[in-house]
């Protein structure tokens, strides 16, 4: 009988090393986090307790309105750089899809490139304002 036409029997006993290592982490991290709260300082004074935030001293309220800009750009970006990821399905099968695949894709292209002169005459990306 040829290797191929052999077959793997999904039993317990092919799970044992994965239960084993899942086991072994979970009494490990278990472990540190137990330790270091046992046998690390214990010191809370004043400075430890205030709120810190990235080294920036707190000032005014956290609730005040921010510009729009910073979210549009990251909304763009997402928007245009999915767009890039459904070109790899493109790339890979482009022998197989022909002239309807690659017209499909320059449909595509156009479409986003349109939305790309209409943000940009929008002026959806202009900083200075």
């Known amino acids: 009988m040829p290797i191929y036409f052999l077959q793997i029997v999904n039993s317990a006993e092919n799970y044992l090393p994965i239960v084993?290592?899942?086991?072994?982490s979970l009494g490990l991290i278990a472990t540190m986090i137990l330790g270091s709260d046992l046998l690390g300082p214990k010191r809370k004074t004043a400075d430890k307790l205030q709120n810190f935030e990235s080294g920036i001293e707190i000032r005014g309220n956290a609730r005040q309105p921010m510009a729009i800009k910073?979210?549009?750009?990251?909304?763009?970006?997402?928007?245009f750089d999915v767009e890039v990821i459904f070109f790899?399905?493109?790339?890979?099968?482009?022998?197989?899809?022909?002239?309807?695949?690659f017209?499909?894709?320059?449909?595509?292209?156009?479409l986003f490139l349109a939305g790309f002169i209409y943000?940009?005459?929008k002026g959806a990306l202009k900083w200075e304002e």
Do not use: C, S
């Open 70 to 79: 910073y979210f549009l750009v990251a909304i763009l970006f997402v928007l």
């Open 103 to 110: 017209m499909a894709v320059l449909l595509f292209v156009g």
């Open 119 to 121: 943000i940009f005459k």
């Open 20 to 24: 084993l290592q899942v086991i072994f």
């Open 88 to 101: 790899y399905p493109y790339a890979v099968n482009f022998r197989d899809l022909g002239w309807e695949g």
